[in-house]
């Protein structure tokens, strides 16, 4: 089983940086596909990164390829997302979850949790 947590979020100014952090509370993250998910202010939550459990393979949305990277430590049971030169549109409250990949997204099966605010200021 597995219960994701999020932490790290905070308030930057454009172009700084966050490292947010998802540990898992029940033991299954080293089986899983980890993934980031993002829902800005008055907008869809949408797919941001994922990790395949062995980290060989990690995925981007266009949106964040080259700033964002996304990393876990499966002894830890908690996986990472490194967000550089961050910008407003950033803005939004990062949440992890698990699931299979597809393509160039992951599918959450997992519960939501509370997420963590990102907000990026001018």
């Known amino acids: 089983q597995v219960q994701l947590v999020e932490s790290g979020g905070g308030s930057v100014q454009t172009g700084g940086s966050l490292r947010l952090s998802c540990a898992d509370k029940k033991g299954g993250f080293g089986y899983v596909v980890v993934g980031w998910f993002r829902q800005p202010p008055g907008k869809e939550r949408e797919f941001v990164a994922s990790i395949t459990y062995d980290s060989a393979q990690t995925y981007y949305a266009d949106s964040v390829k080259g700033r964002f990277t996304i990393s876990r430590d499966n002894a830890a049971k908690t996986g990472y997302l490194l967000m550089n030169n961050l910008k407003p549109d950033d803005t939004a409250v990062y949440y992890c979850?698990?699931?299979?990949?597809?393509?160039?997204?992951?599918?959450?099966?997992?519960?939501w949790g509370q997420g963590t605010q990102v907000s990026v200021s001018l």
């Open positions: 979850n698990y699931g299979p990949q597809r393509g160039p997204t992951m599918i959450p099966v997992g519960s």
